[in-house]
């Protein structure tokens, strides 16, 4: 029961959450929200650190962004599958969490398991809500009400439904990043993000400041919802038209 949170980012890889949406999660704990992660694998691929020294910097990232819970579905990295078994495992941890709101990968992408963390994250959250799917003892079946598509460096051809301005948070964001030193120091490019020739985290405050201008603010994260949303009052839209 303590570890139910109100928003849970989802992703593929430990480092993946604080590039795309690192500040909303940030911004989500400043705003008294409990906020949780799942990482999918624990990158025991990746060219650079090993496995146990990944695992320090996710601990030390989820304490940056002052995240009540980090997961690790224990998934094989560049194997990820969606299939019966890793639906059924997060259908668990999903069920362990019982999130509101859930931020997932957004479908397409560079790296083949982030557009399988997409799809496994979306059809699990699903699943997580029927109660004859796997039950477990002393595991309630819940379907997160929402799911946001993290969008942050895509160029395919999809406006942001939203971005949030992260501006406030930019440099917990960014701090966070910073404690996976064994794969960015020294890096020119990062999970969605194509090298330019210039520094990973200089290439990140650029992106960020491109995202944040879109809502006349410094600094942003943008999402995507195949849904449309509601808007109570016109007269208190934001973001100046003309
Ligand atoms: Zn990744």
């Known amino acids: 029961m303590s570890e139910h949170v109100d928003l849970l980012a989802i992703a593929a890889h430990r480092d993946d ?31 650079r650190g090993d496995a146990a020294t990944r695992a320090a910097e996710a601990e030390r990232a989820a304490k940056t962004l002052g995240v009540t819970v980090r997961l690790n579905a224990g998934m094989r990295d560049a194997h990820l599958e969606n299939n019966e078994a890793s639906r059924k495992k997060l259908v668990g941890l999903i069920r362990e969490l019982q999130p509101r709101v859930v931020i997932l990968p957004f479908p397409v992408g560079r790296h083949p398991d982030h557009r399988i963390a997409s799809e496994l994250g979306r059809d699990a959250c699903y699943l997580a809500g029927l109660a004859k799917y796997a039950p477990s003892e002393g595991s309630e079946a819940h379907r997160p009400y929402k799911l946001l598509y993290a969008l942050a460096y895509r160029e395919d051809p999809v406006k942001p439904t939203f971005v949030v301005d992260i501006s406030e948070v930019f440099e917990t964001k960014m701090q966070a990043i910073r404690c996976y030193s064994t794969q960015f120091d020294g890096a020119k490019a990062a999970g969605e993000i194509h090298p330019t020739g210039q520094d990973l985290y200089e290439l990140i405050r650029v992106q960020s400041a491109h995202y944040g201008s879109l809502i006349r603010r410094r600094y942003g994260e943008p999402f995507y919802t195949p849904e449309t949303q509601e808007v109570e009052d016109v007269l208190k839209l934001g973001v100046q038209s003309i």
Do not use: F, N, P, S
Not at 18 to 24: H, Q, Y
Not at 33 to 43: K, P
């Open 17 to 47: 959450v604080e590039l795309t949406c690192g500040g909303t999660l940030a911004k989500a704990v400043t705003a008294g929200h409990r906020v949780g992660i799942i990482d999918l694998t624990q990158g025991e691929m990746g060219t």
